[in-house]
Structure formats: C-alpha cells, structure tokens
C-alpha cells in the first residue's frame, strides 16, 4: 500500500462560519468546515467549478467579517468544495456597524440568497 505524504502547507482547524460567495455571475452561500491562511473547505448552495476564482466574505462573529478578493477552487464533490487562498488577497473588515467603514466599502455588493 503507497503511503501519501500531507501536501497541505498548514493544519486545517474546524472552523464553523457562514460564508458568501461569487464569481459574478451568481451569488451564493454557505458554510465553512475548515479554513487555514492558504485554504479551506467549504459546503454551498450553488455548485462550482474547478479552476474558478470567486470572492468570498466570511463571516466568523456579528461584528467582524473576512473579505477575500480571490479564492482559486482546487477540488470539488458537488456542493462540496476546496479554495487556495492568498493572504494578499484577503483583508478585514471591521466593525460592520461602523458607517464610516460602509461608506469606504461602498462598492461591496451585499449578497443575498
């Protein structure tokens, strides 16, 4: 029996948040299962693809939430998916109450399901 050594990068720790995703054509939700700096998996309403780019907004606490630019797919089993993550494209936003923050944020659609 071939063993198969661990590629991933960093420990995966379960991580239980809701999460909004698009690629711009749709807008869809879900929940994280795992999440680290450089992935996660994830389960959502909507099916994607391999290869796809979307933008996520992760929201761990009513008020702070994780918006990340770009999230590649690497795998999927239908609602079932894994994203690549780069910390560049990953930034915090603060307190959501916060009307200055909103208006900064201005250009962020909010997606609905």
Known sequence: M???P???RDIRTSVSCPVYYSN???????MTENLTNRGGCLRGTHLVTVGMEL????IP???HALIIKKA???WTDEAHFGV???EADCGTVAELDDVKI???QALVSFMTH
């Open 6 to 8: 661990n590629k991933r």
């Open 24 to 30: 711009g054509d749709f807008h869809a939700s879900g």
């Open 102 to 104: 909103q208006r900064q």
């Open 84 to 86: 690549e993550l780069d």
């Open 61 to 63: 606490s009513a008020k």
């Open 55 to 58: 933008l996520m907004l992760l």
């Open 2 to 4: 071939a063993s198969h």
């Open 72 to 74: 590649k797919v690497r």
